[in-house]
């Protein structure tokens, strides 16, 4: 616990209390990843009841860092807008985007870099890997969701662990 509690500046101090909010938001992100993993559909629904528990940890526990924190969710949408806007929709669907919107604003700067590096990292070893077994065709959608996920959790857990680990290469926006 204390290592998320590092990672995520934001989250109060009581471990009780970090724990209670970060169950909340694993059932959202759980039922986030089943759906997109079956029928490719992130549900409004779940984003803004996300959002909703997240602006109400920002203002309850510290609205000033929360708002860079909603800033670097910004960030993380318009950068996932931008791919959907560029291939017309056949690279990254809109849910993906609102999606970047909440979980952005949950790990904030860096932290959202270092996501997005793992999911893109995480979905195209396994589109590779699809392609080469024969079970997808490079034209076949593949749910971008569930890496979304599994590669905020990799980021919770051991965000600042890989930012440390790369600051030394050079990689500065780390």
Do not use: C
């Not at 860079?68 to 791919?83: E, M």
């Not at 749910?143 to 599994?150: N, R, T």
Request: overall charge neutral; glycine content about 10%; hydrophobic content about 65%.
């Amino acid at each position: 616990m204390d290592s998320i509690i590092d990672n995520v500046a934001w989250l109060p101090a009581s471990p009780a209390l970090s724990f209670s909010l970060i169950l909340v938001f694993l059932t959202v992100l759980l039922a986030i990843f089943v759906i997109d993993m079956e029928h490719q559909l992130i549900f409004d629904e779940f984003v803004f009841f996300g959002l909703l528990m997240l602006l109400s940890a920002f203002l309850v526990f510290d609205f000033k860092q929360g708002f860079n924190y909603l800033l670097a969710g910004f960030g993380g949408s318009l950068f996932l807008l931008a791919i959907n806007l560029i291939t017309r929709g056949r690279g990254m669907g809109l849910g993906d985007v609102k999606f970047a919107l909440l979980a952005g604003s949950f790990l904030g700067f860096p932290n959202v870099v270092i996501w997005f590096f793992l999911a893109f990292i995480l979905g195209g070893l396994l589109g590779i890997i699809l392609i080469i077994l024969g079970k997808a065709k490079l034209s076949q959608k593949i749910a971008f969701g569930p890496f979304l996920v599994i590669s905020f959790f990799l980021t919770l857990l051991f965000g600042q662990a890989i930012s440390a680990t790369i600051m030394p290469y050079g990689f500065w926006i780390f």
